[in-house]
């Protein structure tokens, strides 16, 4: 890209982004919007000015979903232009906490019931949003629409939920919830507890720590509930120790409803919370792509950076990742995200990214790299083994199907489980029963593997034989 096409992108999003701002609409603070866009092609950077006169009053969830607008913006402008990896607003040059700086947070965790080599591995997994109180009407409130049959707030913890029980029962890592799933209801708003901000169900849990679910205890206006909700998430997560966040959301774009697919996010600067974010993308897409339904569902497997509230107050030795799962704004996004078999392919591939960054492992194809001919004596048995690359999750299956049996034998088709973490390769065993003696016979079958979140291998075909010991 040339700088005359760099002016003219520029020129672009400016004009672009200007009409989102205006029919965004100002928020408290803001006298007025002027944007500008620069855009570092090097650094693949974005940086969106609003203006020095539209620093807000706070530096809150009301900036933060404004910003957000007009990032979602230009990712749809850029998208066949250049990449570009980080997104930033900024007012008058300066970023939003130069004008608002963000008050200390005390990050402690909680006291040391366990000596570090016994310390659980804790994820925190948070649903996006929820009702919160609304100070100045006097009502509980959710800031996200209803769209295509859905709202975000109500369908998060739905993901959040069997999130958790995948990263427990196949990465086998311990879970902290910053909202729950509880049915019971929250009194003073009459709405079920699961329905709730991660505030309102932090401060239930955890009454004598407001440094968790009120850091901003001087924080005034409509939004002062949510823009607290934001933060506790990561203070939470820092509470209780948490080495890896997850935060869960789904997407709206009312200016273009036909955008899809899933993306991720992580604290720009914060290059290993990059690498995690990605390896849980790259999962993701692996075990929703693995069904043939939602084969071509779109998952951007580069995460974004850019400046967010429930990462930015996240341990920096910790890794912290928020992932947009669909787009409720899209008719055919909004079904999957309300769809079972979806979601269940979404956070069997959460927890595996998840999985994969812990053990340190790259996010490869699953797939069959040789099964060699053997052959051995009918009547006892020999082994013969499936070399293969990637990083199933156990118990995998091995299905058999027969390609071509040798005349007098009988073949079937079988599926066996090898139900504990094996490397690869994995030995199996042959073992054929004659029906008359002396009749030896080779075989051809068709062979591939099926990991527990349902992704497949391409099948392999070999051949074996069984020579007969004894004569005719
Ligand atoms: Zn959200």
């Known amino acids: 890209m040339d700088s005359f096409d760099r002016a003219e992108t520029e020129g672009l999003l400016a004009r672009e982004l200007q ?15 002027q944007i500008t866009a620069n855009l570092g092609f090097k650094e693949r950077k974005l940086v969106i000015d609003l203006g020095r006169d539209a620093v807000p009053s706070t530096a809150g969830a009301g900036s933060e979903q404004q910003c957000q607008a007009l990032v979602s913006t230009s990712i749809g402008i850029l998208q066949d232009i250049i990449s570009v990896n980080e997104f930033f607003c900024t007012y008058g040059g300066k970023d939003i906490y130069y004008y608002h700086p963000e ?31 609304n100070a100045v009407s006097g009502n509980w409130e959710t800031r996200r629409p209803l769209m295509n049959g ?8 739905y993901f959040a939920r069997d999130v958790s029980t995948q990263i427990i029962n196949k990465a ?51 939004d002062a509930q949510e823009s607290n909700d934001i933060r506790a998430r ?89 992932i947009e799962v669909g787009f409720h704004s899209n008719p055919q996004d909004a079904a999957a995200l309300q769809n079972d078999t979806f979601r269940s392919l979404a956070v069997a591939g959460m927890a595996k990214g998840i999985r994969l960054y812990k053990e340190g492992k790259q996010c490869a194809t699953f797939k069959i790299d040789s ?82 979140d349902g992704v497949k291998t391409a099948p392999v075909e070999h051949t074996y034989t069984c020579n007969a010991t004894t004569s005719p």
Not at 106 to 122: K, L, M, N, V, Y
């Open 234 to 322: 990561p203070l939470f997560a820092n509470h209780v120790n948490a080495n890896y966040s997850l935060h869960i959301h789904t997407n709206g774009f009312i200016e273009d409803t036909s955008r899809r697919g899933t993306i991720g996010l992580y604290q720009a600067g914060r290059t290993e919370d990059a690498v995690y974010a990605a390896r849980i993308l790259c999962a993701m897409k692996e075990t929703i792509q693995a069904n043939p339904n939602y084969a071509t569902w779109n998952v951007d497997v580069a995460p974004r950076g850019g400046n967010y509230g429930e990462l930015r107050l996240t341990d920096t030795a910790k890794r912290a990742a928020l």
């Open 19 to 33: 009409e989102v701002a205006d029919k965004y609409g100002l928020l408290p603070g803001q006298k007025r919007i």
């Open 103 to 133: 008050p200390p947070t005390r990050s402690a965790p909680t006291a040391g019931a366990h000596r570090q080599d016994q310390a659980p591995t804790i994820v925190m997994v948070s649903a996006g949003h929820g009702y919160f109180f």
């Open 150 to 157: 859905m709202q975000e707030d109500f369908v998060t913890p």
């Open 172 to 222: 086998h890592l311990s879970v902290a919830k910053a909202r729950t799933n509880v049915t019971t209801i929250h009194v003073p708003s009459g709405h079920p507890w699961w329905k709730m901000s991660a505030r309102t169900w932090l401060e239930n849990q955890y009454p004598s720590n407001p440094d968790i679910w009120n850091s901003l205890p001087n924080a005034t206006g409509p």
């Open 371 to 452: 099964i060699p001919t053997v052959s051995g004596p009918v009547g006892k048995p020999f082994n013969y083994a499936i070399s293969y690359s990637g990083n199933p999750t156990y118990p995998i299956k091995v299905q058999s199907e027969p390609v071509s049996c040798a005349t007098g034998w009988n073949c079937n088709s079988f599926s066996r489980t090898v139900s504990s973490p094996e490397s690869s390769p994995i030995t199996q065993q042959i073992n054929c029963t004659a029906g008359q003696p002396g009749l030896s016979g080779t075989f051809r079958y068709k062979r591939w593997l099926v990991d527990a």
